[in-house]
């Protein structure tokens, strides 16, 4: 799949009113997910931008060369734990209450104010439609 073909959206944090990611690609499929953020640069995961990957119940950060802060959501898109500044080559904990994971630029958690409970809108944008 072409970069120009990953579905996009944005990441709002509700309870904080600001935006986590302006720019989040959806990973959903077998392979988007495995591919995660595997080959990518830190120049090119800049603040703005976002991952979420879908389902998900934790992540690593194996073939990446730059930390990133990772955000575990229910299915209700709320925020049930938080991993700053996860080095690469590393495995984040599993987390069985997570449906979902966001992966944000380091220190995104830290500059929003994001804690545990918050909630999150989640938007796809190729279908237009909030999730929570």
Same mark, same amino acid.
């Given at each position: 799949?072409?970069?120009?073909?990953?579905?996009?959206?944005?990441?709002?944090?509700?309870?904080?009113?600001?935006?986590?990611?302006?720019?989040? +690609?959806?990973?959903?499929?077998?392979?988007?997910?495995?591919?995660? @953020?595997?080959?990518? &640069?830190?120049?090119?995961?800049?603040? #703005?931008?976002?991952?979420?990957?879908?389902?998900?119940?934790?992540?690593?950060?194996?073939?990446?060369?730059?930390?990133?802060?990772?955000?575990?959501?229910?299915?209700?898109n709320?925020?049930?734990?938080?991993?700053?500044?996860?080095?690469?080559w +590393?495995?984040?904990?599993?987390?069985?209450?997570?449906?979902?994971? @966001?992966?944000?630029? &380091?220190?995104?958690?830290?500059?929003? #104010?994001?804690?545990?409970?918050?909630?999150?809108?989640?938007?796809?944008?190729?279908?237009?439609?909030?999730?929570?």
């Open positions: 799949m072409s970069e120009n073909n990953h579905k996009k959206g944005y990441a709002y944090n509700k309870t904080r009113q600001t935006f986590l990611a302006r720019d989040l +690609r959806v990973a959903d499929t077998h392979w988007t997910r495995l591919r995660g @953020l595997m080959g990518s &640069s830190q120049e090119s995961f800049t603040a #703005g931008h976002g991952l979420w990957i879908v389902p998900c119940h934790g992540v690593h950060t194996m073939m990446m060369r730059y930390s990133i802060d990772v955000v575990y959501l229910n299915e209700q709320e925020v049930v734990q938080l991993e700053e500044n996860v080095k690469p +590393r495995m984040t904990p599993m987390n069985m209450e997570a449906m979902t994971v @966001l992966e944000l630029p &380091s220190h995104t958690v830290w500059n929003t #104010g994001t804690k545990v409970g918050d909630q999150l809108e989640m938007v796809r944008e190729r279908n237009q439609q909030a999730v929570a």
